[in-house]
């Protein structure tokens, strides 16, 4: 298996809701990232686990919270979202931190906050 | 200056023309160097990675670094309709902490 899950692929949350979104990978990495892209830019760095530890917070606002259950799996919980945090959600994974030769990035979640 | 350029295109070429998408970057650190390809709303996809100054080969795909220049370049043979999508040039430090996109060219390949 190649391959990180993401789940759902598109989801719609109105700025009350709260909703989460799911990451799986069964390659063996120890090291998983969440992504934020917006339309015709380049993904910015949210979050990166290492060995299940939260290793960096690029200053994400606590509407956004990440969870790393076990070694395979990566959450995103998401709270009171705004409009402008409609995106795409990629997550990420590596085999170790500090991953000198790229990652592997699932197809994403479309969010969309209304 | 940005850490990392690119020409965010739009770059239109007809079906078997040799394509040419660069990057440019200003920090001496960075070791590794990867191209990414991305097609809509999809999640970008490792095409190749290469190692301090060179060239790298895979199939129809040539990577290029010049270090002394900071420059690098990715070729594309015979290119396909199919090759149709954004290409990110990303690059790291070599302890990989510091992983850094360029904001990508969107390319066409016209039938």
């Known amino acids: 298996d190649t391959e990180v899950t993401q789940t759902p692929k598109h989801l719609v949350m109105g700025m009350t809701n709260k909703k989460s979104l799911k990451c799986e990978q069964h390659m063996g990495h120890r090291a998983m990232y969440w992504y934020k892209q917006k339309a015709k830019k380049p993904p910015e760095l949210m979050f990166v686990?290492?060995?299940?530890?939260?290793?960096i917070n690029e200053s994400v606002p606590s509407r956004f919270s990440p969870e790393c259950p076990n070694s395979s799996l990566l959450n995103l919980h998401l709270h009171a979202l705004q409009p402008e945090d409609s995106a795409l959600y990629l997550c990420?994974?590596?085999?170790?931190?500090?991953?000198?030769?790229?990652?592997?990035f699932g197809s994403g979640t479309r969010l969309t906050v209304v | 200056q940005k850490e990392v350029e690119q020409d965010p295109g739009p770059l239109s070429v007809p079906e078997g023309a040799i394509v040419s998408l660069n990057c440019t970057y200003s920090n001496s650190a960075f070791q590794y160097f990867m191209w990414y390809r991305q097609y809509s709303r999809k999640g970008p996809e490792l095409l190749m990675y290469?190692?301090?100054?060179g060239n790298k080969e895979d199939g129809r795909f040539t990577a290029q670094v010049d270090k002394s220049s900071k420059y690098i370049s990715l070729f594309i043979r015979d290119s396909q309709p199919s090759d149709s999508a954004t290409y990110l040039c990303a690059m790291s430090d070599n302890y990989g902490q510091n992983f850094v996109f360029g904001p990508g060219t969107r390319l066409s390949v016209l039938p």
């Open positions: 686990y290492s060995y299940e530890k939260l290793s």
């Open positions: 290469t190692y301090s100054s």
């Open positions: 990420a994974s590596s085999q170790g931190p500090g991953q000198k030769d790229g990652y592997t």
